[in-house]
DNA sequence: CCTAAGTTCGTAAACGTTTACGATTCTATT
DNA sequence: AATAGAATCGTAAACGTTTACGAACTTAGG
C-alpha cells in the first residue's frame, strides 16, 4: 500500500507537499499539485485514516447504539442517522444491543476504546451510568427518540400529547369504552415513553369525562404476540371496549388479529388505532389508523446535533420535539 | 485523555511495559502489572485505537453496504452479521446505499479509504467494477444472500431450487393455474435471485407437466405496493389462478391484500406463498406460508468466513449454500 | 562465591500522517 | 541590479502505540 513518501519520492517534492496537495492547502503551485495528483493516481494511493485520526485526535467516527435493528421503528431512525452523517463526513459504528443490557454496555466499553467523536443513542432505559461513560471522557452524546433528565440532549415527541390526541380521536367519534395496550412498566423494563402514553391516555379520557377502567388496560411488550394477548385481556373482561389503542404498531396488529380471532371485525365492532407509522401500517387490513412519528427526521436531527457538538458548535436548542400525526385510516368507525 | 506515557511514568516503568501489560504479553512481573492496571483504572485510561491500527496496518473494522437497512430481510442479515462480528472483536460501519446505485459507490471510495479490514456486500447488482474496486487493495470482500460469477466468496440460498419447491408444493396442492410475482428483471436492476427463482418456478411447471402461463407471471419490485399490482395484473387477466407464488413476503402480502380487494378469499379463492419467511409472514391474516431463508444465518457465516479471510486463514469452502425451509402456514388450500 | 540460565524490563525505531517554522525561489519595484 | 515581499517548498517534531533487541537483575547449581 503507497504512502505518502513514495508519492514524494515519485513527484521529487516533499512530504508535507503531498500532504498539502490531499488537504487543499494553500502554497503550493498548480504545476506541482497536478503532479502528485496524478502519481497518486496511477500507484492507487489512499491516506490512511488511522494515520489521520492519530494526529487529529478525531476519528470521524460516530458510534450508534440501537436496541434492535431489525424492529421497523428503529431502522428507520437509523436511515436517517446514517444519511445525516454521511452526507457531513461522519460514519457510523452500528452497535446492536439485540435488547440486552450487558450488551448495551459491552458495546459502551468499545466505543470508548474506539475513540468514537461521538455516540448516538437509543437505550430503552437511560440511566446514570449510561450518562457518566461518556461524560468523563467529554465525548459528546445525544439521545435519538428518547427523552431524559439528565443533561443530554435529546430529540424526540411529545408522547402525552399523541397519545392525548389519538385516544381524543376515538372519543370524538363517540367511544367510550377504549381498551389501552402500553409498553412495559415493571422497573427495569419501563419506558418513559410508555408512561408518558398511559398518562396520555387517562387524561384524555377524564377531561372527557370518561371513567378509567382497569380491566380496559393492559401491558405488552411492544411484540406482535404481546399485543394479541393484551387484546385478548382486554376483550375477554367484562366492559365490551368499542376501541383498542395500542401504543405501538406492532403490537396494534397483534390486537388486530385478536378482533378477528374473537370473531369481531375491524372497525365495525371494534377500532383499532396504533402508534409509530411504520411502513407496515399501511398494509394491513384494515390499513391502521395510527400516530405517525417522524422517524427519520428524529435521526436526522439528532445526528445533526451531535456533529455540531462534536465541532464545538453551540447547540442553541438541547431538547428538540418534533411533532407527530395522526394519520387517519380505515381502522376505526364512528359509533 | 491519559496516555500510555503518562501510565509509565506514574509506575515508574517504561511505556514499552506499560504496552505489555494491555497485551496481555509475558515478560511482565506480576507486581508491576497490577500496579499498572490500577493506575490505569485511576486514570480512567483507554488505548488509542488509531494509534494501535496504525502500527499493526489492521483496523479491526469491517464495512457494510447493504440496499436498505430498513427493509426487514436485510436487517435481519445485518444482525448475523453485526452479532458475529461483535462475537469476534471486530466493529462494523453501517453503509446504508438507499438503493441507489450512486451511494453505493460512493460507500466503497470511503471504506477504501477507512482502510477497513475487509467488506461484506450485499448489492443487488454485483459488478466488476465492485470487484476490482476492493480486490485492487487486497482487502477482502464476501457476498452475503447472493451469489456472483465473480471468484468472490458468497453465502445464499438456492434460490432455484426454493422457488421449484415451493411451486411443487402448490402442484401437490392440487393447483394448475399458478401464478407468479417475480422481481425486476430489466437491465440494471435485475438480481440474480430473481432470475432463479422465475425458473425454478418454470421447471416446477413442466416437470409436472402443466403449461406456462404469461398471463400469470408479472412482475414486481419487492414492495408491497408492487406486489399488490402484480396480482391484480394476474388476477384480471383470463385465466382465473387458484394459487399465487410472490418472490418476497413483502409482495405476498401486497398480493395478499390484492384478493381481498377482487373480492376473493384467502386460502379458499386463492392461495398464497410468500418467500423469505421474515416476521411479518406470520402476524397477516392468514399467516402465510412461506419459503423460509436463513437470514440471520447468512450474515453470520459470511462474516465468519470474511474474518476468516482477513486473518489469512484459508478458507475451505468459498461458495456457501445455506438450506431454505417451506413452512406451512394457513395461506394455502388444497384443491 | 561464580556462573549460567531465566526473568523482567528499557531503548529506540517504526507506523503514516499533519503542521509550525524556516528556507528557498520567484516576481516586481526601484 | 539590488532588494523587498510573495509564493512555494522542505525539515523535523509530534500523535500514541507495538516490538525487536539487548541490558539488568534474579535465581539455582556447582
Redesign the pocket.
Given at each position: 500500500?503507497p504512502?505518502?513518501?513514495d508519492i514524494a519520492r515519485l513527484a521529487?517534492?516533499?512530504?508535507?507537499?503531498v500532504?498539502?496537495v490531499?488537504?487543499n492547502?494553500?502554497?503550493?503551485?498548480?504545476?506541482?499539485r497536478e503532479r502528485v495528483l496524478q502519481i497518486a493516481r496511477e500507484l492507487g494511493?489512499?491516506?490512511?485514516m488511522p494515520?489521520?485520526s492519530?494526529?487529529?485526535?478525531k476519528t470521524g467516527i460516530v458510534g450508534l447504539i440501537v436496541p434492535d435493528i431489525s424492529n421497523p421503528y428503529y431502522s428507520e431512525i437509523v436511515r436517517g442517522i446514517e444519511d445525516t452523517c454521511r452526507t457531513r463526513r461522519y460514519n457510523v459504528i452500528l452497535c446492536n444491543a439485540d435488547n440486552k443490557r450487558e450488551k448495551e454496555f459491552e458495546y459502551i466499553d468499545i466505543l470508548k476504546n474506539r475513540w468514537v467523536d461521538g455516540v448516538i443513542f437509543h437505550c430503552d432505559y437511560f440511566s446514570e451510568e449510561h450518562y457518566e461513560a461518556f461524560a468523563r471522557k467529554n465525548i459528546p452524546i445525544v439521545l435519538a427518540g428518547r427523552a431524559t433528565a439528565y443533561d443530554v440532549p435529546y430529540v424526540a415527541i411529545d408522547n402525552f400529547k399523541a397519545a392525548f390526541d389519538a385516544v381524543n380521536y376515538l372519543i370524538s367519534l363517540g367511544h367510550e369504552r377504549i381498551g389501552l395496550i402500553h409498553g412495559p412498566l415493571d422497573g427495569m423494563k419501563e419506558t418513559i415513553d410508555s408512561v408518558d402514553r398511559l398518562m396520555g391516555y387517562k387524561k384524555a379520557l377524564s377531561e372527557a369525562g370518561l371513567k378509567i377502567c382497569e380491566d380496559l388496560i393492559a401491558e405488552g411488550d411492544f411484540k406482535a404476540k404481546g399485543g394479541y394477548e393484551a387484546a385478548g385481556k382486554i376483550l375477554k373482561a367484562g366492559v365490551k371496549p368499542t376501541a383498542i389503542f395500542a401504543v405501538s404498531d406492532i403490537m396494534a396488529i397483534g390486537a388486530l388479529n385478536a378482533v378477528l380471532d374473537f370473531g369481531l371485525k375491524c372497525p365495525e365492532d371494534v377500532s383499532v388505532v396504533g402508534f409509530d407509522n411504520i411502513d407496515l401500517s399501511e398494509i394491513t387490513r384494515p390499513p391502521l389508523t395510527t400516530i405517525a412519528q417522524p422517524m427519520y427526521n428524529i435521526g436526522s436531527v439528532a445526528a445533526e446535533i451531535l456533529i455540531n457538538l462534536i465541532n464545538g458548535e453551540s447547540v442553541e436548542r438541547k431538547r428538540i420535539i418534533l411533532d407527530h400525526k395522526l394519520v387517519i385510516r380505515s381502522s376505526c368507525k364512528s359509533i
Open positions: 500500500m504512502t505518502i513518501e521529487n517534492v516533499s512530504i508535507a507537499t500532504s498539502r490531499f488537504n492547502k494553500p502554497d503550493v503551485s498548480e504545476k506541482t494511493y489512499e491516506p490512511s494515520a489521520r492519530l494526529i487529529k485526535g
